[in-house]
């Protein structure tokens, strides 16, 4: 099994910035795609951006130029720089992976979800 645990959700004002965190713990697996998603009160979990393997980053587009996703597969986290950000932005976090992990010859892909972190935004 694989555990998700993030990090550096918080309070800040308009314009400020905040830095998630996310680190993926087990044993004897791969993690192929790794990302962020919200979900505000009362709306719907979305994707905010996701980062493969070799570094492919896809962004929604309300975060376009103001989010940065990156990760360290040696430390098998991943990260987002949030800056400029906005009222809008406030909602909880959560880190996900697509994790290979390995039994014997046998590998087993699943999907894994962090607990969530809680950003919120002030005007």
């Known amino acids: 099994q694989v555990q998700l645990v993030e990090s550096g959700g918080g309070l800040v004002h308009v314009g400020g910035s905040l830095r998630l965190s996310c680190a993926a713990s087990?044993?004897?697996?791969?993690?192929?795609?790794m990302g962020w998603y919200r979900q505000a009160p009362g709306k719907q979990r979305d994707l905010v951006a996701t980062i493969t393997s070799g570094g492919r980053t896809v962004y929604a587009d309300s975060v376009k130029g103001r989010f940065a996703i990156s990760r360290d597969n040696a430390k098998n986290t991943v990260y987002l720089q949030m800056n400029s950000l906005k009222p809008e932005d406030t909602a909880v976090y959560y880190c996900?992976?697509?994790?290979?992990?390995?039994?014997?010859?046998?590998?087993?892909?699943?999907?894994?979800w962090g607990q969530g972190t809680q950003v919120t935004v002030s005007s």
């Open positions: 996900n992976a697509d994790v290979t992990y390995y039994n014997g010859p046998y590998g087993f892909t699943n999907d894994y």
């Open positions: 087990g044993s004897n697996f791969r993690i192929n795609t």
